[in-house]
């Protein structure tokens, strides 16, 4: 990957992709950004509104573009799909998203590009399994961003439930972005010093800790009723995630990564730490897990198999 000049296209202009190309403005990553929607005119508008920023911030070519663009990209990061409505779940938009994810992989592949899949569209860990499906790269260049926005929730409650830093709380999700997802509670630390020793100081219970771990799961809905979409958190959790690649840092992050034994799983893409850097998906870290968690993460991955399966077998129909 050439270091000089570092190339993002962006599929996908609505609130999570707008929210990912602000985010990379405001951090100085990339250099040539190249925005792809449906809704042409939104992609030029949202090009000349970024332009904006960056005599205050880091400079940088952005544009609206097309699937062609992709050809000498680095980095494809698609955010395009049907977005999640009030009542409805990450599972539920399968069927939709299965089919537009291949008519957006099918042209970029044609494009000639050669280069990395971040999936950011939901249900995230069977579209990254669809992409990865569609454009038949290897799997460490196809990859999604997995549990990382739910991981930074966790960090952010934990952290005001013991009143330190977020940066100071090593805890994951892990298993499905969506409704079976679980915290690895029992490994996690603060500081160096293990969560439970914490809760336990602090009068903190095990069902403390789920009504954290509930709340952190469905937090997405209670945002989602209140103001129609989530987006400032992802866009962000995909900005640290590229700059992660871009600049080769070898950061453990978690993220949706193929499965070739680790949890005991194989032949799927599920939220787990992983260590991103220039080549994608370096190596996965299989986390510690109880006997407890370790049911979670097989139940979890039995959930995402069977509705992967069927919306596969649907869209062969």
Known sequence: MAQHHQKVVLVGDGAVGSSYAFALMQQGIAEELVIVDIMKERTEGDALDLEDAAPWTFNKNVYSGSYDDAKDADLVVITAGAPQKPGETRLDLVD????????????????????????????????????????????????????????????????????????AVDAYILG???????????????????????????????????????????????????????????????????????????????????????????????GTPAVIGANGVEAVIEATLSEEEAAKMAASAKTLKEVAEGGFARLDA
């Not at 590009?113 to 260049?141: E, H, W």
């Open 96 to 167: 939709k998203n299965l089919k537009i994810i291949k008519s957006i992989v099918s042209p970029i592949v044609e494009s000639g590009f050669n280069g990395i899949f971040l999936v950011a569209a939901n249900p995230v860990d069977i579209l990254t399994m669809a992409v990865q499906k569609f454009s038949g790269f290897p799997k460490n260049r196809v990859f999604g961003s997995g549990t990382s926005l739910d991981t930074a929730r966790l960090r952010m409650a934990l952290a005001k439930k013991f009143n330190v830093s977020p940066e």
């Open 176 to 270: 499905e972005h969506g409704d079976s997802e679980f915290a690895n509670f029992d490994e996690a630390l603060i500081g160096g010093r293990p969560l439970k020793l914490w809760a336990a100081e602090a009068g903190i219970s095990d069902a403390d800790l789920d009504q954290i771990l509930y709340d952190t799961a469905h937090k997405a809905y209670e945002i989602i009723n209140r103001k129609g979409a989530t987006f400032y958190g992802i866009g962000t959790s995909l900005a640290r995630i590229t700059r992660a690649i871009f600049r080769d840092e070898k950061m453990v992050l978690p993220v949706g990564a193929w499965m070739e034994g680790q949890y005991g799983l194989n032949d799927i893409y599920i």
